[in-house]
């Protein structure tokens, strides 16, 4: 009697949703048989996609997108909320697995040609979802709202802002006015919370569809040569003689390899936690740490190590051709060999994208561009002077964060220029011009000094110049 009611209640599902006429065999389609260890890659990246889904929505539940609460908010998270801090952890590792994940499948994909006929498609929606990854991850960023999350996305604006024309008004765009706010903040936790996601659910649907469609690529072999008159046919021919399902045949692996790497989120999640909530955003502290997550720190680097003039056009042009070539490779290479071996100019590529990426990344992680926050207080030696102003000035030198950038002396950060003898080269009225106005890679303070302090920080850096500093012995040891 009982199984007989739960036989009809299924039997009225199962013919409305159309589940065993489906579903099922979605699930069980053929695959080649020799799908192995390589293909996990693109479900995981799909696993992590959902760690992100879960956390993030959960995570929403306390966060407050408002420039005075969003701090106060994470720390509650972290410190109150039950599991908040293994929360934030999950979705901060889960992040990174992603765009791990991501940038791997991407290099299989690639390495295997399964780029090609008739999967081109199946590349151009990868590469959509790449692109959305990474603004995933700029976005959320900023909703950390500490020092370090706010100065990322202000390097960015900035970058943004050079572009020809329009450079500007995206400027503006991103930022939700002409500086990071309030309104900085509420966008980007819609862009973050709402627009990018349904963009990605929306084109990880077409892409899984995709893959469904066009079968999943049979591991290339040297001299088997894509031919679109004959591949179709020919993969079905391989797919009816020797594929095995899908279900569970092959997509045990893609299991096995999941619940590893959430397994590894986990463990880092419970282990190590979520990134340590640096000072609250106060804009009159600007200690400028653009330092973004580890993904993006080998494009600040190529950023960093230009020579200036070519920056702005490196900037603009380097993404939109890289994007470009991306989404074209498809269209471009459609036909012939997939194997590596018959693909000298794509295995260059490959081993040249990965050497580039690291060193740069290597030089990111112990760069001298970065702003050093660590720099130490000038020392009396150094200042030099009796006269309490300059003095005074000194201190503001390090308490609001020029000294992260310049150098005085033995000490500070090297972003900018070394400013120990400034009063030698720039008049009073180019220095004060200078801190009021800022420059490229240098905020403007004209809204955060008040006029006493300006005034103590100009009469200050005039007082360096060769006379003055000549008390300053250059074999001191660094102050670091
Ligand atoms: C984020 C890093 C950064 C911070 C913080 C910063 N600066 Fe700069 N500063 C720069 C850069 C970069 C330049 C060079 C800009 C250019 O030439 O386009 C510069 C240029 C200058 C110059 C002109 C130097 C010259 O030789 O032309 C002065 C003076 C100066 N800064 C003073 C200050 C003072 C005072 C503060 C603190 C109130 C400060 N800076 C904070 C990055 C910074």
């Not at 459609?334 to 030089?363: D, N, Q, T, Y």
């Given at each position: 009697m009982f199984r007989r009611i739960i036989k009809t209640i299924w039997g009225w599902i199962d013919d409305r949703l159309g589940l065993s006429a489906q579903i099922i065999p979605m699930l069980t389609h053929r695959v080649p048989p020799d799908a192995r260890w390589w293909y996990v890659f693109g479900s995981a990246t799909l696993a992590a996609f959902l760690i992100q889904v879960i956390t993030g929505v959960i995570l929403s539940f306390s966060y407050v997108a408002a420039a005075g609460e969003a701090f106060n908010a994470l720390i509650y998270i972290t410190k109150d909320a039950p599991f908040g801090r293994f929360l934030r952890g999950m979705h901060y590792f889960g992040a990174s697995a992603m765009v791990l994940m991501i940038g791997i499948h991407a290099l299989q994909v690639f390495w295997f040609g399964a780029y090609k006929f008739p999967r081109e498609l199946n590349w151009i929606t990868g590469v959509m979802l790449l692109g959305l990854t990474v603004g995933m991850g700029f976005t959320g960023q900023l909703l950390r709202w500490d020092q370090t999350a706010i100065w990322s996305v202000v390097v960015g604006a900035e970058q943004a802002g050079r572009a020809p024309l329009a450079g500007s008004w995206i400027a503006r765009f991103i930022l939700g006015g002409g500086n990071v706010g309030g309104a900085t903040l509420s966008r980007f936790f819609a862009i973050h919370g709402f627009v990018l996601p349904a963009l990605l659910f929306a084109i990880i649907g077409a892409h899984l569809q995709l893959v469904l469609r066009n079968g999943i690529s049979e591991p290339p072999r040297p001299g088997s040569v894509v031919d679109p008159k004959t591949y179709r046919q020919k993969y079905e021919e391989r797919i009816e003689k020797t594929g095995t399902p899908f279900w569970p045949d092959s997509a045990w692996r893609d299991v096995v390899f999941a619940a590893a790497m959430i397994g590894g989120v986990v463990l880092c999640a419970w282990g190590i936690g979520p990134p340590v909530l640096g000072r609250p955003p106060d804009p009159s502290i600007v200690h400028a740490d653009p330092r973004p997550d580890w993904y993006l720190i080998w494009y600040f680097s190529v950023l960093a190590l230009l020579p200036p003039g070519t920056e702005n056009l490196f900037m603009i042009?380097?993404?939109?051709?890289?994007?470009?070539?991306?989404?074209?490779?498809?269209?471009?290479?459609?036909?012939?060999?997939?194997?590596?071996?018959?693909?000298?100019?794509?295995?260059?590529?490959?081993?040249?994208?990965?050497?580039?990426?690291?060193?740069?990344?290597?030089?990111g992680m112990d760069s001298a561009w970065v702003p050093d926050l660590t720099a130490a207080p000038i020392s009396k030696e150094i200042v030099a002077s009796d006269d309490p102003l300059v003095q005074r000035g000194a201190q503001l030198f390090s308490s609001k964060g020029c000294i992260s950038c310049h150098r005085i002396g033995p000490g500070g950060g090297q972003r900018g220029p070394d400013l120990t003898d400034v009063g030698d080269r720039l008049t009073r009225d180019q220095i004060t011009i200078r801190i009021l106005n800022g420059a490229t890679n240098m905020p403007p303070y004209a809204d955060i000094l008040k006029p006493d302090e300006l005034d103590a920080l100009v009469r200050f850096l005039v007082s360096r110049q060769v006379h003055g500093s000549l008390l300053y012995d250059p074999s001191l040891p660094a102050q670091k």
């Open positions: 042009f380097a993404p939109l051709l890289a994007g470009a070539g991306l989404l074209l490779l498809p269209l471009l290479f459609p036909h012939g060999e997939r194997h590596f071996s018959r693909r000298p100019a794509g295995v260059a590529g490959v081993v040249m994208l990965l050497v580039m990426v690291g060193s740069l990344w290597r030089s």
